[in-house]
């Protein structure tokens, strides 16, 4: 391998090195749809839409029980309403994957501060989602667990059900279902072409440009 060869190797490794999978950004917007409990759309300042899934938690599936009323209850909390989204990564739909802020309703002149996520699990329509919790802070996670040991305490929302189901098991019945393996093929495909293509042509999409 002659020297020219292996400079141009060792500048690939250093830009491979250099630039990070992920980097921290701020998303400020306006919530314009409430797709389930745990998903929604925020238009920017240059009016183009954005699909943000709330980190750390999971939320009934619509088709589930509690799955409408989690989603009705993020759009009282979010919707129409200016909100911040502090972010470092998508998942393999796109999504933005991010800490949700609003302004507190007791408090209309205050800042972005209070956290979605955590309120849909106080208000007993969410899971903290512990294995899908890397991003949250030590803090965060301590906050998450107790808000819904005491949602489960206090037998709010969906800790009214006797034995409420995990939508994280729910996906996973569902996906062994003879009747939806098109469906469910079709996601896993879908996933699948996004983690290929990723590195090469949606790599400005793992970072939002204000």
């Known amino acids: 391998m002659n020297a020219s060869w292996l400079k141009l190797v060792g500048i690939l490794l250093g830009c491979c090195i250099v630039v990070p999978a992920t980097l921290a950004a701020t998303l400020h917007g306006q919530v314009v749809r409430v797709v389930d409990g745990d998903t929604i759309t925020v238009t920017d300042g240059r009016h183009r839409k954005i699909k943000v899934r709330l980190s750390g938690i999971d939320a009934p599936e619509k088709k589930q029980p509690y799955g409408r009323l989690a989603a009705a ?32 309703p007791a408090c209309p002149a205050c800042a972005q501060s209070e956290d979605a996520g955590l309120m849909q699990i106080a208000a007993g329509y969410a899971w903290w989602y512990r294995s899908e919790s890397r991003e949250l802070t030590h803090e965060d996670k301590a906050r998450y667990a107790f808000a819904e040991n005491a949602a489960r305490a206090g037998h709010r929302g969906l800790w009214s059900a006797p034995a409420p189901v995990p939508p994280w098991q729910w996906r996973h019945s569902l996906a ?34 204000p």
């Open 176 to 209: 062994g279902h003879p009747s939806d393996p098109v469906k469910w093929a079709g996601k896993r495909i879908r996933q699948a072409k996004f983690a290929l293509l990723h590195p090469l042509k949606n790599m400005q999409r793992q970072v939002y440009y």
């Open 73 to 104: 209850n993020l759009a009282t909390l979010l919707l129409g309403k200016a909100v911040t989204v502090e972010w470092d990564k998508r998942d393999a739909y796109g999504r933005v994957i991010g800490r949700v802020l609003v302004t507190p």
